[in-house]
């Protein structure tokens, strides 16, 4: 799935795709998009400050149902074609 943001709403792809778990362990960032209609938004990784993605699903199985702007969640990453998701979103600091 692509997705991307325009004209203030958030539009996406659908593909099959394979997923990769990146072995990195819990990721620490902060929410800098959210569009609950979708589920799709961007997190800011505190470490290197790049970008990452939310997707339809990535909160399924955590205590979060939506999440807001600047919100700090802890997740673990995966891969697919290119793209870096999130996933198993946490509560808490992680002590990072």
Request: aromatic content about 10%; overall charge neutral.
């Amino acid at each position: 799935m692509t997705v991307w943001w325009k004209d203030g709403a958030w539009s996406a792809i659908n593909w099959k795709f394979s997923v990769t778990l990146l072995e990195s362990g819990p990721m620490q960032g902060v929410v800098k998009m959210y569009d609950p209609n979708t589920g799709a938004g961007v997190v800011v990784l505190d470490h290197d400050r790049s970008e990452v993605y939310l997707r339809a699903g990535s909160l399924a199985g955590s205590v979060f149902r939506l999440l807001r702007q600047g919100q700090r969640i802890i997740f673990d990453l995966e891969e697919s074609d290119g793209l870096r998701f999130v996933h198993s979103v946490r509560m808490g600091s992680d002590g990072r």
